[in-house]
Structures are given as structure tokens and as C-alpha cells.
């Protein structure tokens, strides 16, 4: 193994068990979410890569490396910092109108699913992957503020709610969960209610500890996904494709590896094309017939895979390299800069709750660089609803 490879992998344990033994070892924190995620993601598949590798895929994996151990070294102590949210309870008295909203974003993203006969073929035991395509295009626009309002709403009753217990909060989220994935066939979208779930359970209680979180998201995660594929394919065999360990490693290999090759033969770098479905999202497609798709299809296009479904995605730092060749690393230091600013700003105390509400949000989503993009353009949309209500600019 590579000595770097070593290095990095001795911080991301010490730092990891510091963490569990402090309490701070959050979902939503970038000790796990991105410092670790490397590893299984990274270092692993490309350690363990039975066949020849493209250069370009090496040297990104160990710039990277080198990247996240100075940044695991100048951010050591914010892992150690406990993060609390003191909820503004005079929103309680808005309680009603939230729940208003609430009901009415999720009639939008059940109609979206009627509309689209997602659902339908769902109850009736169908498959759905050659829908899943279809079903994105045009519904964007409409999915989008209901898609961000939803868990933002979900999230602030928890925090609210100083009487919820932890059975009520996790039949919440998942029952919300549900009626996405009845709606849309995602599988990420039960996963971004567990993460809400969980963000109040380590707001409230602690943060886990390390075998908590990987009994969770390395064994119970899979597992979830698994039957999710199985029911979305409707085909039971789907189930014994479990695979507990391996599924980086194939992502790695039938994703990243393909693309790594289709760039060293072509060099024909996107330039930015990765965040274009991001920021025009919010553009109708009946107002634009020929708005970019989300790059996971374009991806599976470059690649020549031809599966029914949604796209194929890669890691967040060979993204940028897709986008900018080894200029990336400038994009993924100020990538990094900015989430370590985000989570700073959650640990701050005298960050204003709504402020605080918003980071949550974007660590719910995911921190790449698309995803911050079109979240924050959907934020102000959802802000300028409540605007329209209660004539300011806070969530009532």
C-alpha cells in the first residue's frame, strides 16, 4: 500500500475515534461525510482494482489524498466541537401555517408521481427503472422547492418539538421517505429523511459512536437500498445482489475507471458543464425545451452504457477533474474551504437559528458542488414563498 495511502487512512482512524469519544462524531459532520467517505469510495477501490488503471485516475486519487490530510491536519479540532442549535421557539406560533405548507409540498410531489405513473406501476408491483428518465425530464422545476421544503420543514418541527420522541421522529421521516420513493422511485430520497432523523437524534442526545455509525450506514444502509432496487426493478432476485462491502468498489470499476479511460482517449474536459442542469434547474423546461440534464446522464452517455433508469455518478473530486483536468485542485480547495466555513458556522453560537437551519440543509444534500448550487437557488425560492405569506423573509 501506498505510504500516503497509510497516512491517511492512521489520521482518518485517530481522528474518528477522538471524535466518538467526545460525542461529536455527527452525520453531517465532514470527518465522516467527506474525510471518510474517501477511503471506501477512493482509496480502496483503486488499491484493490484488479485491472489496469488509467494514469489520470491514480494521480487524482493521490492528490486528493495529500489535499484532505493537510485540510484533516489545519481542521483537527473542529471534528472535537459540539454543535447545538438553540431553535427559535417563537415560531411556534406559526406552527399551523408550516403545516399547511408542509401538506402542500407533499400534495405537489405525490401529483408529480401520479402524473407520471411512477406511482401507479409501483403499487401495481411494476418496474419502473426505464421510467425513471422520463419522469425527471419536465419535473424538475415542479419537484424542486416541495423536494427542499419538505425536509426543511421535517427537520425544523424535530428541532422544534422539544417533547418528540424518538419512535415519533423516526416513523416520521420514514413515512415522508416512503411517499417520496412512491412518487419519484429515488432511493435517495428515504435516505435524506434518515438523515434528518438522525441530524436531530445527534442534536438532541450525542453524536455516535464510531461502530453506531458504521452499523448504521455500513450495514443497515445496503441493506435499505437493496429491497428499495429490488421493489423499484420489481424483481426479487434483486435481493441476493446484496453486497455489504463491494459496492464502492463497483461503482468504482463500472463508473470512475470508465470515465478515467474516456478521458485520457478524448482530454475533452467539460469546463463547468457538470453544474449546468444545477443552475438552470429552476427554468421551466415548456420556458426551455432544451435545458441541460443532470450530468449523471451525460456521464452514462460519454461512457456508452445503455441501461434503463437514471445515470451513473462518480466521486466528488474526479468530478471536478472531469470538469478541469488537474485544475481541479484549485476548485476542490476552495470546495473544501467553504464546507469547513459552512460547518463552522453550525458550531458558532451566536449563528442565528434560521442561518443554521440552511447549513443543516446543504449538509442534508450532499456537498457537491452541483448539488450546493441548485439547493441554494431552490432555498431562495422556498424563502420567497413564505415572503408571499407573511411579507418577510423567514420560514413562518
Request: proline share 3%; hydrophobic share 50%; net charge positive.
Amino acid at each position: 500500500m501506498d505510504w500516503i495511502f497509510v497516512l491517511y487512512i492512521a489520521l482518518l482512524i485517530y481522528f474518528i475515534w477522538k471524535a466518538s469519544k467526545k460525542g461529536t462524531l455527527y452525520v453531517f459532520s465532514p470527518l465522516v461525510t467527506l474525510y471518510f467517505a474517501f477511503a471506501p469510495f477512493n482509496i480502496y477501490p483503486l488499491l484493490t482494482y484488479e485491472y489496469y488503471l488509467p494514469k489520470n485516475i491514480v494521480n487524482v486519487t493521490h492528490i486528493t489524498c495529500v489535499v484532505n490530510i493537510i485540510f484533516l491536519l489545519l481542521f483537527r479540532k473542529q471534528f472535537l466541537q459540539k454543535v447545538y442549535i438553540k431553535p427559535d421557539y417563537g415560531l411556534l406560533k406559526y406552527e399551523a401555517n408550516r403545516k399547511a405548507m408542509l401538506w402542500l409540498f407533499l400534495g405537489v410531489i405525490i401529483c408529480s408521481g401520479l402524473y407520471t405513473g411512477v406511482t401507479q406501476i409501483l403499487l401495481r408491483g411494476g418496474d419502473v427503472e426505464d421510467l425513471r428518465m422520463t419522469s425527471d425530464i419536465g419535473m424538475g422545476f415542479v419537484r424542486a422547492i416541495p423536494g427542499f421544503g419538505v425536509p426543511y420543514l421535517v427537520m425544523e418541527y424535530f428541532l422544534l418539538n422539544r417533547k418528540l420522541s424518538f419512535w415519533k421522529a423516526g416513523a416520521i421521516g420514514l413515512a415522508v421517505g416512503l411517499i417520496l420513493f412512491m412518487a419519484t422511485a429515488a432511493r435517495g430520497g428515504i435516505l435524506v429523511y434518515a438523515m434528518c432523523f438522525f441530524m436531530w437524534v445527534n442534536l438532541r442526545y450525542r453524536g455516535f459512536k464510531w461502530y453506531e455509525y458504521f452499523g448504521i450506514f455500513y450495514l443497515l444502509k445496503p441493506v435499505i437500498a437493496t429491497i428499495l432496487q429490488a421493489i423499484r426493478s420489481a424483481n426479487i432476485i434483486d435481493l441476493v445482489d446484496l453486497q455489504l462491502f463491494d459496492h464502492e468498489k463497483m461503482i468504482f470499476g463500472a463508473n470512475t475507471v470508465r470515465l478515467a479511460e474516456y478521458m485520457e482517449r478524448t482530454h475533452a474536459y467539460l469546463w463547468g458543464e457538470s453544474y449546468a442542469y444545477s443552475i438552470a434547474r429552476i427554468i421551466p423546461r415548456f420556458l426551455w425545451p432544451d435545458k441541460p440534464i443532470a450530468i449523471d446522464y451525460k456521464y452514462k452517455d460519454m461512457v456508452g452504457l445503455d441501461f434503463d433508469g437514471g445515470g451513473i455518478y462518480t466521486s466528488d473530486d474526479f468530478d471536478m477533474f472531469l470538469n478541469f483536468g488537474y485544475y481541479y485542485v484549485i476548485e476542490y480547495v476552495l470546495w473544501l474551504l467553504l464546507i469547513h466555513w459552512m460547518y463552522q458556522k453550525l458550531i458558532d453560537t451566536k449563528t442565528r437559528f434560521a442561518d443554521k437551519m440552511l447549513f443543516l440543509m446543504l449538509f442534508t444534500g450532499g456537498f457537491q458542488i452541483g448539488t450546493l448550487i441548485q439547493n441554494i437557488q431552490v432555498y431562495f425560492l422556498f424563502l420567497l414563498i413564505f415572503f408571499v405569506v407573511n411579507k418577510k423573509w423567514r420560514v413562518i
